[in-house]
């Protein structure tokens, strides 16, 4: 099987879920979120919150970065954005 094709499929496991996408919209549609500011727009414990941030990061979806104590994140890979907005958008109307 293609490299691409396992690279693929796993980026697609590792944003199908429904947190992952709430994270990926909310990142895009307000910009760089704490993970305060992410866990009480999503309404989302910090623990969950974490857990799904740390999947994020690990397949270079969302990018962190430190201010002082805080940790900012932001969309890394405008391309997945792209994908998860196409489909919640056009499912949802």
Known sequence: MNNNI???ASLLKAIGHP????I?????NHGD???????EYLQIDQPIMSL??????KF??????KDGKKSVY???D?????VVSIIYYTRNN
């Open 6 to 8: 396992k690279l693929s």
């Open 19 to 22: 947190i992952r996408v709430q």
């Open 24 to 28: 990926i919209l909310a990142l895009a």
């Open 33 to 39: 979120m704490t993970v305060t500011e992410l866990t």
């Open 52 to 57: 799904h941030l740390a999947v994020l990061r």
């Open 60 to 65: 270079n979806v969302i990018l962190v970065t």
């Open 74 to 76: 932001s969309i890394l």
């Open 78 to 82: 405008n391309s997945v954005y792209q």
